[in-house]
């Protein structure tokens, strides 16, 4: 199911959260709604699997004890693939359990019952750590880039018009980092599909059409964010 929204914008963060428990479900997706993340939600590991088919998701909410597939053995799957942030959840408190789920790979872990701000603030730190930062070479990438109104700093994955703030998800400043490294040149479309949950070629369209709704004045006649017939995509640079 989809969390109802409310006025919550196409570029927040989304989160998938699974869970057995129907109301858990429910109150979190409502909860994480409420305070401006998108949430889709799923009862086990098999339909969290098919939900990563259609979305890209920034984050997983991961509840242990599931029948079938358990939230370990998915998370272990998903680090085989992805470096997605997850934060576990468990009704136990067993230390065990806890460094188990931090052996697989997982970026957090919170016991059940827990308080919704505790779980709000964990989730806004995992997803703040995976930010990507910009590792090539100052002789082979510059700082930043600009194209039209627009800067993006590799280093603070941070895309500014002139001096406002631009928001983005990290799906985006992915795209941006790849598009900006090639310096106006052409990428193939499986270069931008990514490495986040149900990241594929597939969904490389989504995500160009909603970055192009964040920079260009008309989306369908783009002029930064140009497609290259039979390859790809290219952003067309300042010189």
Do not use: C, W
């Amino acid at each position: 199911m989809e969390a109802p929204r409310v006025d919550i914008p196409d570029h927040a963060p989304h989160i998938l959260v699974v869970d057995d428990d129907r109301r858990l479900r429910d109150l979190l997706a409502r909860f994480l709604g409420e305070n401006g993340y998108r949430v889709t939600a799923a009862a086990n590991a098999a339909e969290a699997r098919a939900k990563a088919e259609n979305f890209v998701f920034d984050a997983l909410v991961l509840d242990v004890m599931m029948p079938g597939e358990s939230g370990f053995d998915y998370a272990r799957s998903l680090r085989s693939q992805s470096p997605i942030p997850i934060l576990m959840l468990t009704a136990r408190a067993d230390t065990d359990d806890r460094v188990k789920g931090l052996e697989i790979g997982v970026d957090d872990y919170l016991p059940k019952p827990f308080e919704p701000r505790e779980l709000l603030l964990r989730l806004g730190n995992i997803l703040k750590r995976a930010v990507p930062v910009a590792v090539a070479a100052e002789s082979e990438t510059p700082d930043q880039i600009r194209f039209g109104p627009f800067t993006y700093r590799f280093d603070r994955g941070e895309l500014r018009r002139d001096d406002e703030l631009v928001r983005i998800t990290e799906r985006e400043r992915e795209i941006l980092n790849i598009l900006g490294e090639r310096a106006g040149g052409n990428v193939a479309r499986e270069e931008l599909a990514g490495n986040g949950l149900g990241a594929n070629e597939r969904t490389v369209d989504v995500q160009i059409n909603r970055l192009r709704r964040k920079i260009e004045e008309d989306p369908a006649n783009p002029i930064f964010l140009q497609t290259v017939r039979g390859i790809g995509y290219r952003l067309v640079l300042d010189r």
